[in-house]
């Protein structure tokens, strides 16, 4: 075991249950396999990390030996616990911490084409700092690390709103504790993202990127559609 941990919030990718802000004007099915990959090239992300142990929060409590193939024995996985968003990341950091590791960090799966170097920054930048946060341009965060446990962080928190990261960092300085940001990224909440996802793998912008998945399914699946404009509007 090493002295960091980097754990990835998931979902067993099964229609009905995830990406449902994207139906419509995605189906439920397909805005599943969408999800697929998404998680599965954040795993390969994770994976790259060195010096890292990487963690997989798995939802719901069955979905263990789903996840066991998915990751191919590559990942620690921990179930979720918990009724909401606070109460699941709550408890995996207890959990983690418990373990002994040093920091650790949560990055969720709305990014998958996120920098392996901005994970790479989490960790280096908690050396000096308790709360490492990278935002999102909604007011969410796409990654949270700690090094130790802050419950405030995650208690009646208002979760999906423009508020989030503003609220984290009013929190931590409440009790003293500094935030350091990273650089923002984007995350797929809704149509208006997906709307940007596929303008930007038009316009070439994933050329570079190691989310060969998730282009994949957009070049394959998503630009097939008249245009973006139509995904706002819940075309086929």
Not at 13 to 32: F, Q, S, Y
Not at 38 to 49: H, N, T
Not at 87 to 104: A, C, D, Q
Request: glycine content about 8%; hydrophobic content about 40%; charged content about 25%.
């Amino acid at each position: 075991m090493g002295r960091h941990a980097l754990f990835v919030m998931a979902k067993d990718p099964r229609a009905g249950t995830v990406k449902t802000r994207l139906c419509p004007p995605l189906t439920p099915e397909t805005a599943a396999r969408l999800y697929r990959c998404f998680l599965s090239d954040v795993l390969d992300l994770v994976a790259k990390l060195r010096d890292v142990d990487p963690v997989v929060a798995y939802s719901p409590a069955d979905a263990g030996p789903e996840f066991a193939r998915l990751t191919s024995g590559r990942f620690l996985l921990v179930p979720q616990e918990g009724e909401d968003l606070g109460e699941r990341l709550e408890g995996t950091f207890r959990t983690l911490f418990r373990r002994g590791y040093k920091y650790v960090s949560a990055v969720s799966t709305d990014s998958p084409d996120l920098p392996v170097e901005y994970l790479q920054e989490a960790f280096r930048r908690l050396e000096n700092a308790p709360v490492v946060v990278g935002p999102c341009p909604d007011g969410g965060y796409y990654l949270i690390g700690l090094s130790r446990l802050v419950p405030e962080l995650f208690r009646n928190m208002p979760w999906s709103t423009a508020r989030v990261v503003a609220e984290t960092e009013s929190r931590a300085r409440r009790i003293g504790l500094a935030v350091s940001y990273l650089p923002p990224w984007h995350d797929v909440d809704t149509a208006a993202d997906l709307d940007r996802l596929v303008r930007e793998l038009a316009g070439g912008a994933w050329s570079g990127s190691g989310a060969s998945r998730t282009a994949r399914f957009c070049r394959e699946e998503l630009r097939a559609r008249p245009s973006p404009v139509n995904i706002r509007k819940g075309g086929r």
